[in-house]
C-alpha cells in the first residue's frame, strides 16, 4: 500500500512538470509562428541591409573606382568643387567620403525643384563619375526593414515591437531544449528532412544567442526612442544664412578645414554638411576617440563666410542617454568595425532568418508526420498557413503595405 502511494506521488510530481514543459513549448511555438510570415520579412530586409551600400556599389558603375588610384585622404575641397558643379542651380546638401578604398565619394544634391539625387566623384582628384538617382537599394531596404515604408511614428514601433516575440522565443528556447550548453558542436543529421530541420534550428540558435539577444536589446531601445525616450540634441550653433552660391562655398571649404583640423587635429573626417537656408555654417562629422558612436557624435560648426570654428562637439562628452542612442545603430546593422563586421553581422542575420524559417517548417513536418503524410513543400506550406490561424492576416497585410508603399519613396526624392 505504501508503494503504490509513493508511486501516485511520483507520477504526480511528473505530470505536472510535463505540462509545464508542454505549455513552455507551445509559447515557444506561438511565437515564433504566428507572425513569422513578417517576422521573417524584417530578419531578411535587415540582414540585407547590413550590405545594402556594397549592394549599390554593384548596381551603380558611378560608385567604383580603383583602389590603386586613391590616396590616403579624402581631397574633400575637389569632391565639393565638382558636386557642386553639378548642382548647378540647386544646392549641395552634403559630401560623404569613401567607407573604403575602392568607393567613389558622394554628394546629396537638392534640385530647385526638391528633387534629391547622388553625384559620385574620385574621392582623390574629385572627378565627376556619375549621377545616382535618390532612391537605392539602401534607400528601399533600410526603410523596409525599420518602418515598412509607413511614416516613422507608425511604422517604427509596429516593426519594433516585433522584439518581444524576439524575446519570447529566446527565453523560451532556454527551457524547451534541455542541456542546450551541449549542442554547440553536434552536427546536423542529415537522415530525413525533419531531424535535418530541427538540428539546424538548434545549432543556429545556439551559435547565434548572441546575436539575437543584441538585437532584442536594440529592437527594445529604437521602441522606446520612437514613443517616450528619445535623446536629447547635441549642442549646435546658430549662424545667420549665407547668400553665396554653391560654387563659392565649395570655395570657402580649405579655410574651413584648415580650421577646423587646428580645433580637432585627430578627428577622422567622414561626412560634410553644406550650409542651408536656415544655418550659414559648415559641419563637420567623423570619427575621434570615442567608441560605438555615429559620425553626427563628433562635430565641428564652422561659419561658412569667415572659416572660423565656433562649435566642437566631443563624442566623448554626450549623456550615457546619448551615448546609447548613438551605439544603438552601430550594434544592430555592425557598421562599427567596417566591412568586417558587417559580413559578420550579414552571416548572423541570414542565421536568424533561417531560424525563423526553420521554425515553421519544424511545425509542418511535426504534424505532417503526426498524421503520417508525406513530407511536400506544397503540404508544409499549406499546415503552416493554417496554423499561423488569423495572426497571417495582419502580418502579410503588413508585408504587402510595404510593398505598395515603395513608390512613396520615389516621389519624396
Known sequence: MVAVDQGRQSLARVRPRKKASRLWWEVHQWAGLKFSILLSFILLTGTLATLSHEIDWLLRP???????????????????????????????????GPT???????????????????????????????????????????????????????????????????????????????????????PVRLGDLRTAMGDFHRLAGLWSLWFVALMILTGFWYLAEQTAFRAPPAPSAKVEPTAETMVALADRLPAVLENARVANPDLRLERILFPTEKSGAFILHGQDDAILVRPRANAIWAEATTGAVLQVNDGRDLNLHQRISEAADP???????????????????????????????????????????????????????????????PAVILVLIGFLLIPTVFLQA
Open 62 to 96: 558611378a560608385m567604383r573606382v580603383d583602389p590603386a588610384t586613391v590616396g590616403a585622404e579624402v581631397n574633400w575641397p575637389a569632391v565639393a568643387r565638382t558636386a557642386a558643379v553639378q548642382a548647378g542651380e540647386g544646392r549641395v546638401i552634403s559630401l560623404e
Open 100 to 186: 573604403d578604398p575602392w568607393f567613389a565619394a558622394a554628394a546629396i544634391l537638392e534640385a530647385p525643384d526638391g528633387g534629391l539625387s547622388f553625384v559620385y566623384a574620385h574621392p582623390t582628384t574629385g572627378e565627376f563619375q556619375g549621377i545616382g538617382h535618390w532612391v537605392s537599394a539602401q534607400r528601399i531596404l533600410r526603410n523596409m526593414h525599420r518602418h515598412l515604408m509607413m511614416p516613422v511614428a507608425i511604422g517604427v514601433p509596429i516593426v519594433s515591437s516585433l522584439s518581444f516575440l524576439l524575446a519570447v522565443s529566446l527565453v523560451t528556447a532556454f527551457v524547451v531544449y534541455k542541456k542546450w550548453w551541449r549542442g554547440f558542436l553536434r
Open 331 to 393: 550594434l544592430h546593422f555592425g557598421t562599427w568595425g567596417g566591412l568586417a563586421t558587417k559580413v559578420i553581422w550579414f552571416v548572423f542575420g541570414l542565421a536568424l532568418t533561417g531560424l525563423s524559417v526553420s521554425g515553421v517548417a519544424i511545425y509542418a513536418l511535426r504534424l505532417m508526420r503526426a498524421e503520417r503524410r508525406p513530407a511536400a513543400w506544397g503540404a508544409g506550406l499549406a499546415v503552416s498557413w493554417r496554423g499561423m490561424g488569423v495572426w497571417r492576416w
